[in-house]
């Protein structure tokens, strides 16, 4: 089954240190990926996508992430991080064209100390 | 401006009750979508619309109803067939359904059962 995997549930980090947030997702085929945040209150917003093209996708707020496909992987990084990124993460991964639906991991919640 | 309206913001429904949830964007989208959040679950696909008059079942409709009557417009009604109803619901559009599309969300209604 079509699914996508967030490693972590929730991680916890000092101002000004680095983050990565792991995503895996199943199928090998063609697929599209998605990072969406949501901040404590707000609307769930893309943060960037990858659709084709140079795997190193930069996004809003310093974020960016690698695609990489031999790995099925779609790991979102900050090189460092604000009190202001505590938020939840999700990733997403359309499956199967244009023709396909979302799916969500199950989100990684953010906290960052000031 | 444009966007996403959801209401109302918090809705609670005693046992055995339908209730409807609003959903209307003016973003001029033809696909709109109704997801569940639940803690630690992600984002899960209710129902999804490519089109008036058309929609079509997501990965937990069971107890759940929708509408399209407008483009507009996408109400989300929770049956007393579901359940376990309380949840926070986000409903979202895209331009056209598929894999290009980035997907805008409304700020969700939480409901719950008492």
């Known amino acids: 089954a079509q699914s996508v995997s967030q490693h972590n549930h929730h991680v916890i980090l000092s101002e000004a240190a680095s983050l990565e947030l792991g995503c895996n997702y199943s199928y090998g085929g063609t697929v599209n990926l998605f990072w969406y945040v949501q901040y404590p209150g707000q609307h769930l917003q893309l943060l960037l996508k990858y659709f084709s093209g140079d795997p190193l996708v930069k996004g809003i707020k310093g974020f960016e992430a690698e695609f990489i496909k031999s790995k099925f992987s779609f790991n979102l990084r900050k090189p460092s991080v604000q009190w202001s990124d505590t938020a939840e993460y999700f990733c997403a991964v359309n499956y199967g064209g244009s023709q396909g639906n979302l799916i969500f991991g199950k989100g990684t919640k953010l906290s960052v100390k000031p | ?114």
């Not at chain 2, 008059?53 to 579901?82: H, M």
């Open chain 2, 1 to 114: 401006d444009g966007g996403i309206t959801q209401s109302p913001k918090y809705l609670f429904r005693k046992e055995g009750q339908n209730v409807t949830l609003s959903c209307e964007q003016n973003l001029n989208h033809d696909a709109m979508y109704w997801y569940r959040q639940d803690p630690g679950q992600g984002l899960r696909l209710i129902y999804y619309s490519q089109i008036v008059n058309d929609f079509q079942k997501g990965d937990i409709a069971e107890g759940y109803s929708v509408s399209r009557e407008k483009k507009e417009s996408f109400p989300l009604t929770v049956t007393s067939a579901q359940k376990n109803p309380t949840a926070f619901y986000l409903c979202a559009s895209s331009i056209m359904r598929g894999s290009n599309n980035e997907q805008f969300f409304g700020p969700g209604t939480r409901l719950t059962v008492l």
